[in-house]
């Protein structure tokens, strides 16, 4: 029997010859009448000396029980511990609207798989259902083929204050595992990779994509087989189940295909965040300009300070101030209080209301801060609940605090209490929520606690946003966002660093829920003292904001903040629904994207001087997705950031340019020569 998925510009095939189904076809969308039980049999494979008598599937879930020689898709054993490697028979598939869900049986066992179109990409799901309790050791979301023609892989890694690299690693026979068992979606491995054609550019050629949509411990298995048969696996770290149960499912793998490029996937995956995953308060609400405290006063709450640098913030066109970590208990260092969500009465004897009355009275909106997930070993709750620490009493503590049990009930409804007090009591309408430390165990039912508490919470304090924050980008994964608005991409404010993170995050992420803020001159995490109009330019590019003292300013960088500021809420109603293109710039020095509006009649282009070229002028940068037989005009928003070296007769510094959309795209635009720390900023609009 043979199966038909359509999602977008992509389709799968499935087909089973009474066993789990196979993905038989992923790729470009294929005509209405193509015939599916052809496809079915093109993909059937020889056999030759060396093998077994039948090619074991590689199904959904590959199986131990039918002598599968890989990584199977479920290791399962009785609660006893003993292994169980059962053999499944599909029994029947069920559609409804745009999904398809397959059962298949085995004496005892139940395992549906099921595929849902969901805009331009896949959702795949898989769940176990046991008449007795059973131990799951790892189950596999959907198990799907590799393409044969890549010659390597995209796989995520980071760290702090240095997120969201690209690892390209080779295909080999053997298997590629990244585990991240951190309990978090991880700096270290996020849950995402790109399996790209040979060839393929950000701005051509074929890719397949997968975003695992879980914000605690993950696994992906990309393996090859002796055969040459490749398949890919995502789920929850191993043994992240940690109890015997009879129900037991995956997050939802979120699947992505383009023959347009890297770009395809990364519009299919900005698109989803925006249209599907994200759950606005307030949709019609452009997102507001951000000014968050931590890197201007840290723990030193004053009210006569903070008002003034309020002040400061609502004068260059701060939207929303946010009162970062100190505010509670006896908070005057990292070292206790977390736990404890009541406001100190040392620093704020009348509570919070002094603040926030003179926030709103400068016609911005209020947001605080929170770590409910963690707590201090120095503070009441912990004295008073020293159960409810998650992990073994004697473990190293991690920026001197450790987790609470999430999967406890009584620890939910205290945290929901505590925090939804200080929702009530305070006009909020924004929450920072972080995650700084480490679980000392790898536990799904921590996250499940987790996500619990935030449906809670949104569920009653529906108006309010939430950030998700996790010592910077450490939890950034549909799963996350679903119950969240916005992520704090990295803690590193410094713009280098950043304009390399937010160029290639956007494989992933769109602007709308990317934050990004203008550091302190000198930045605190690596000492750099970049240019205002850099810092500036480099937020303008995502969800802008500010993190500094501001009355540090000169007159001049005051000027420059307020300008670029402005020209942001000039564009932010397209700019925060556009589509994030990675350009391929012919000089490795410069990283440049567009942002293209999604009815194409405006883009914005970014091309950042990382570091000094090799040549001696700059190379000329080709544009993409654009209608080749449109006319744009194209202006240069920053000449003067021209440096002195800068002398010669470059159009744009001085005037418009009216170009076609194939001029631009395969000619590309010559910029002026720049110092390392500048960001071209061009401005497009398509001419009638």
């Keep these: 029997m043979e199966w038909r998925a359509d999602a ?9 010859e009474g066993g789990i189904p196979s993905v038989v076809y992923w790729g470009p969308r294929l005509p209405e009448a193509e015939d599916l039980a052809q496809i079915a049999a093109a993909s059937l494979n020889d056999l030759t000396g060396g093998m077994i008598d039948r090619l074991p599937a590689l199904s959904l879930c590959p199986e131990s029980g039918r002598a599968f020689q890989g990584q199977p898709g479920l290791v399962l054993s009785a609660a006893d511990g003993s292994p169980l490697h059962p053999a499944f028979t599909l029994t029947h598939a069920e559609e409804a609207g745009h999904a398809i869900s397959f059962i298949s049986t085995a004496p005892g066992l139940r395992l549906i798989h099921r595929i849902e179109a969901a805009g331009d990409v896949f959702l795949l799901m898989a769940r176990l259902e046991s008449e007795a309790p059973v131990r799951v050791a790892w189950l596999a979301a959907p198990v799907l083929p590799a393409p044969q023609s890549a010659d390597e892989m995209i796989d995520l890694s980071g760290r702090w204050i240095g997120e969201f690299r690209l690892n390209r690693v080779s295909w080999t026979p053997g298997i590629r595992l990244r585990e991240a068992r951190t309990g978090r979606s991880g700096h270290e491995h996020p849950p995402y990779a790109i399996f790209p054609e040979r060839g393929c550019l950000n701005t051509r050629g074929t ?5 695992y949509a879980w914000s605690g411990g993950h696994r992906m298995v990309a393996e090859e087989l002796p055969d040459g048969r490749r398949q890919i696996q995502f789920g929850h770290a191993a043994g992240a189940e940690t109890r015997p149960g009879t129900r037991f499912e995956t997050a939802p793998l979120i699947a992505a295909f383009s023959d347009a490029g890297l770009n395809g996937i990364g519009t299919a995956f900005q698109r989803d965040i925006l249209d599907r995953v994200i759950g606005w308060p307030d949709p019609t609400r452009p997102r507001p300009v951000h000014y968050n405290c931590w890197e201007a006063i840290y723990f030193d709450h004053n009210l006569a300070n903070l008002a003034a640098i309020a002040d400061r913030a609502a004068e260059i066109g701060a939207e929303r101030f946010v009162l970062d970590d100190g505010w509670f208990g006896r908070r005057d260092d990292d070292t206790s209080s977390l736990g404890d969500w009541v406001v100190d009465r040392r620093k704020w004897p009348d509570g919070l209301h002094p603040l926030i009355t003179h926030v709103h009275r400068l016609g911005m909106t209020f947001g605080l ?3 409910p997930e963690m707590v201090n070993p120095d503070s009441d709750l912990m004295r008073a609940h020293p159960d409810w620490m998650l992990g073994p009493a004697d473990q190293v503590t991690g920026r001197n605090q450790m987790v609470l049990d999430m999967a406890n009930s009584a620890v939910r409804d205290h945290l929901f209490a505590a925090t939804s007090a200080i929702l009530t009591e305070y006009p909020i309408d924004y ?13 799904a039912a921590q996250t499940r606690g987790t996500y619990d508490l935030l449906d809670r919470l949104r569920a009653a304090h529906p108006a309010v946003e939430i950030e998700s924050c996790a010592s910077g980008g450490g939890r950034i994964d549909a799963g996350i966002l679903a119950r969240t608005h916005r992520v704090w991409l990295s803690d590193s404010n410094d713009a280098l660093e950043r304009l390399r993170m937010q160029h290639d995050a956007a494989l992933f992420l769109p602007a709308a829920v990317t934050g ?4 302190p001159r000198k930045s605190h995490t690596s000492g750099r003292v970049l240019p205002m109009s850099f810092r500036a330019r480099v937020a303008a590019q995502r969800h802008m904001g500010f993190e500094m003292d501001l009355r540090e300013l000169t007159e001049d960088e005051a000027a420059t903040l307020h300008a670029v500021t402005a020209w942001w809420k000039d564009n932010r109603a397209w700019l925060m629904t556009a589509d994030i293109l990675r350009l391929d710039s012919d000089d490795p020095a410069v ?9 194409g009649a405006r883009f914005v282009v970014t091309a950042g001087q990382a570091e000094a070229g090799a040549q001696i002028l700059p190379r000329p940068l080709r544009l993409t997705g654009l209608e080749p037989d449109a006319r744009y005009r194209v202006e240069l ?5 021209a440096p002195p070296q800068s002398r010669g007769p470059n159009a744009l510094k001085s005037a418009m340019l009216t170009l076609t959309g194939r001029a631009l795209m395969a ?12 960001l071209w900023v061009v401005e497009g609009t398509r001419l009638p």
């Design 667 to 678: 000619q590309g635009l010559l910029l002026p020569v720049a110092w390392p720390g500048t």
């Design 369 to 371: 801060w929170f770590e």
């Design 207 to 211: 890719a397949h994509a997968l975003h």
């Design 637 to 641: 928003s920053n000449p003067a950031d």
């Design 431 to 443: 929450i920072k929520w972080d995650h700084n430390r480490l679980l000392p165990v790898v536990d």
């Design 8 to 16: 977008g510009g992509q389709t799968m095939v499935l087909a089973s």
């Design 591 to 599: 990283i440049a994207e567009m942002q293209l509006a999604r009815d």
């Design 516 to 519: 990004s803020h203008v550091g």
